[in-house]
């Protein structure tokens, strides 16, 4: 049985305008680079994890 209730439209992350199902989640290609450049510029970052002495874990595994 069908539902009645009407899918909510999903907003562009960026600027806040209905998303494109193109360019899903943004509502144009302008936002989908836009992102992507914050990517590559490192403006976004995942955390890592440090030890005390300032090293990555991965920097830990080569030691040997």
């Known amino acids: 049985m069908p539902s009645n209730v009407a899918k909510k439209a999903g907003k ?14 943004f509502c144009s290609r302008g936002c989908r680079d836009r992102d992507l450049l914050s990517w590559f510029g490192e403006s976004y970052r995942v955390p890592a994890h440090q030890a005390p002495d300032g090293t990555a874990d991965v920097d830990r595994y080569d030691e040997d």
């Open 12 to 25: 562009c992350p960026l600027c806040g305008q209905p998303r494109d199902e193109v360019y899903k989640p």
